[in-house]
């Protein structure tokens, strides 16, 4: 099975790379072309939703996430 990386962008949307399936809470799946990296909005303000629309750039949306350290 091929791998899926989902990476955080700073400030912005989830990156997904990798064969995946996005589908509605009827099931009914989102038609994606599944070599392309696929942008998954974070701030809640797209216009595509699910999918980024670049929003995030212009409504304030602050996304910081990362990774904690280890505990000592």
């Known amino acids: 099975m091929a791998e899926v990386t989902i990476k955080v962008n700073y400030n912005g949307p989830y990156l997904v790379q990798g064969p995946v399936r996005i589908v509605d809470r009827d099931g009914r799946e989102f038609p994606i072309n599944a070599e392309k990296p696929i942008a998954l909005c974070r701030c809640g303000q797209s216009t595509k939703r699910p999918f980024c629309d670049g929003t995030h750039r212009s409504c304030g949306f ?7 350290a280890p505990p000592a």
């Open 62 to 68: 602050v996304g910081e996430d990362l990774v904690p």
